[in-house]
């Protein structure tokens, strides 16, 4: 078990790491697995030391309909909202393919983030780049269309996963058409529409087989983005 790999406990001495990692546990969920649910009381946060997977961060409503609000990765934390203000869960954390967690219980991680003021700051810069990110989103949901929003989440996506083919830049997670609509709030049809177009204008590749999305036009998308292109 090592935390070292995490972002936000890189700037701790060995000595404080090894201290951390005698007071916490290591999970390995099963792809699917619930590790915490939308409104249960935050106990513990929780990192990512390995595996080829990632975490799901989202919501259900009362009639089913799914919002995935963030996609956490090996190195990174999640869950340390409640867990700082002592409230209970923001959205629900799921499991997808295979991964490998830390657990480390809220009292722990409290007494290490007021012993370590270097841990304090990592946490600063993850939050504000994640609150960062919801404006965005909100800001998009209330003023752009869905197309400019749905390439905005591609590009974000492509940025922390991406690697580069023949064909452009194929995002390295499997990403399924209502994992797609999940991102944005909307419906599958909507979002097989705007991939139809797109890879009509040769834009994105995208194989429905094995749920891979490659951007072949990052300029392109981009000017989606900016609101400067259109497809019709």
């Known amino acids: 078990?090592?935390?070292?790999?995490?972002?936000?406990?890189?700037?701790?001495?060995?000595?404080?790491?090894?201290?951390?990692?005698?007071?916490?546990?290591?999970?390995?969920?099963?792809?699917?697995?619930?590790?915490?649910?939308?409104?249960?009381?935050?106990?513990?946060?929780?990192?990512?030391?390995?595996?080829?997977?990632h975490v799901r961060i989202g919501a259900i409503d009362r009639h089913g309909k799914a919002l995935m609000v963030e996609v956490i990765r090996s190195g990174d934390i999640f869950g340390e909202i409640g867990v700082i203000d002592g409230g209970s869960r923001t959205a629900s954390a799921t499991a997808e393919g295979r991964v490998r967690l830390v657990k480390i219980p809220q009292s722990v991680f409290l007494a290490a983030l007021a012993n370590y003021p270097a841990l304090g700051e990592a946490l600063c810069r993850l939050i504000t780049r994640r609150q960062r990110r919801t404006y965005e989103l909100f800001q998009d949901a209330t003023f752009e269309t869905l197309e400019a929003r749905l390439a905005r989440q591609v590009l974000y996506l492509a940025a922390g996963e991406a690697r580069p083919t023949e064909q452009g830049l194929r995002l390295t997670h499997r990403l399924r058409q209502p994992d797609l609509a999940d991102l944005l709030g909307a419906t599958t049809r909507s979002i097989i529409t705007i991939l139809n177009a797109w890879r009509n204008a040769d834009l994105v590749a995208y194989d429905t087989d094995r749920a891979l999305l490659t951007v072949k036009n990052v300029a392109a998308m981009r000017a989606i983005v900016d609101g400067n292109h259109s497809n019709h």
């Open 1 to 53: 078990m090592s935390l070292h790999s995490v972002a936000v406990f890189k700037g701790l001495s060995g000595e404080a790491l090894q201290h951390l990692e005698q007071r916490v546990t290591t999970l390995e969920p099963r792809s699917g697995d619930a590790i915490f649910s939308q409104g249960d009381p935050a106990d513990a946060v929780y990192a990512i030391i390995g595996g080829d997977g």
